[in-house]
């Protein structure tokens, strides 16, 4: 179907993925919200009860820790009851509030009259009596006692908020004092309801909470880091999936070139092997020795390309893995005279020089003849394909501490640094212009490298475009 192709596979993911985003930040602010709507409880309790235990020790300071006392000054009755007798604030309604203490007994009065016609209020006496008020410091001391209980009480709740508080007239709600200069109590994030607080001096305490979002990100911390990983590992999940769908691929395809090219790299030496033996057998060229002797190098030279191929298909397939070389004493200088002999016809066909100028050092390892000989004649044989024309190959060898250090060097088109570390990887190859002007497996440099690392050598690439390619191989001396 065409919603599993690759092509379409790349979008489906993205969506999954934004979706993903798009839910947790949409979880988060439900929950950021439901959290704020909490906090907001939460600190109104605290309040609440800071009002309750202020009247309750402001009474008690008579010695009186009697348990109905205690109970009833500490309980939601008494807060629902004072909190109604507190908001009463009706046109020409009048409260009053009397409380007597005993050994004996605690008496408590809230008179409530009104007129059943309506009076004009005294306008200037009620301003004179509020110019009047004077904030004594005994409830300075006492509004900052009860700023300060509620305070402990939030911290003790885990709460970090930036508030203040206001002090209101118990009588007619006028804004009498701010715990801070300069703040206005309007515009904040949360203002509590107004609440009185000492019994013996009636004014009414409000908390206002300047700033309330940070508290409610700081309780929400883990719930914030849990979701940020999750977004993070899905996202990293959903990369990966990607990633190694490419791959899949990417590999794909390379199979499929990997097994046409190879189709045209078996057959190309099969025909010239054909060729050659049947002009042998045709111009019977047994009379003709220096004809017959080039056309067995030839052969000789195909059967060769023959024999790498099936050594690479075996590193390919895992048949090598069970398999231990054999590793028997190896001289480098004389193999590579050998194939550098061999590889004359190919050379001298595509206008190519090789020169290997050795010097008077020995030169042994501990090797496989036959897979060394293979990983030499892989290099030499790709400077011949991909370089240009005319292109010129150096080889030389030298010594450096416990290891040989052999170079390969061309003057060819060189190799892009994107793909100098990929050049190594199984059916990797340089993408051109016209990718079936040279045929190849793609398992060449893979093989190579495979069979360096196996002898405990290292191969390295130094290419600059243009200024051809230099292959550094390094194996521990014998």
């Known amino acids: 179907m065409w919603i599993f192709s690759y092509k379409y596979v790349k979008y489906v993911i993205t969506l999954a993925v934004i979706g993903s985003i798009i839910l947790q930040f949409a979880w988060l602010s439900q929950l950021f919200n439901s959290q704020k709507l909490q906090l907001k409880h939460t600190i109104e309790d605290a309040v609440v009860q800071s009002s309750k235990l202020m009247i309750y020790n402001s009474l008690s300071q008579n010695n009186i820790h009697g348990l109905r006392f205690k109970e009833f000054f500490l309980s939601q009755q008494w807060l629902n009851l004072r909190q109604a007798f507190d908001n009463l604030n009706i046109e020409g309604l009048k409260s009053n509030f009397n409380y007597g ?63 203040t508080y206001a002090l209101y007239n118990y009588k007619n709600d006028k804004l009498l004092k701010t715990g801070a200069k300069n703040v206005s109590i309007l515009n904040n994030a949360y203002i509590s309801e107004k609440y009185s607080f000492d019994l ?191 292109v010129i190959i150096r080889i030389s060898c030298k010594n450096s501490g416990h290891e040989h250090i052999i170079t390969i060097e061309d003057n060819g088109p060189g190799i892009d640094p994107l793909f100098q570390k990929k050049v190594f990887e199984r059916f990797f190859r340089i993408p051109t212009e016209d990718i079936h002007n040279v045929k190849g497996s793609g398992l060449g440099l893979h093989y190579v490298k495979d069979t360096i690392e196996r002898h405990q050598g290292s191969i390295r690439l130094r290419s600059v475009v243009g200024q051809g390619a230099v292959f550094i191989i390094s194996l521990p001396k014998l």
């Open 200 to 390: 013996n001096h009636l004014y009414k305490y409000q908390l206002v909470v300047m700033q309330l979002n940070s508290a409610v990100f700081y309780q929400m911390r883990y719930y914030l880091i849990s979701a940020l990983t999750m977004i993070v590992l899905t996202f990293l999940a959903f990369v990966f999936l990607i990633k190694l769908i490419r791959n899949q691929k990417l590999y794909s395809d390379a199979k499929a070139t990997f097994t046409n090219n190879m189709t045209h790299e078996f057959k190309t030496p099969v025909a010239t092997i054909s060729i050659a033996i049947e002009s042998i057998l045709k111009y019977n060229l047994i009379r003709n020795p220096v004809k017959l002797k080039s056309y067995l190098n030839i052969s000789q030279l195909e059967i060769q390309r023959l024999n790498l191929m099936f050594e690479k298909l075996m590193n390919l397939n895992g048949l090598n893995d069970a398999k231990e070389y054999n590793l028997e004493p190896y001289n480098l200088v004389q193999n590579l005279n050998q194939i550098v002999k061999s590889m004359e016809l190919q050379s001298q066909k595509e206008n190519a020089a090789i020169f290997f100028e050795p010097d008077n050092n020995d030169y042994w390892v501990k090797g496989d003849m036959i897979h060394l000989s293979n990983v030499f004649y892989n290099l030499l044989d790709n400077a011949l394909k991909y370089g240009s024309q005319n």
């Open 101 to 163: 203490i005993t050994k004996d007994s605690t008496i408590i009065q809230m008179n409530i009259s009104f007129n059943n016609v309506l009076r004009k209020p005294d306008i200037n006496n009620k301003a004179r009596v509020n110019h009047q008020m004077v904030l004594s410091d005994t409830v300075y001391q006492h509004s900052l006692k009860m700023d300060s209980v509620v305070r402990s009480i939030l911290v003790r709740e885990g709460i970090k908020v930036n508030s």
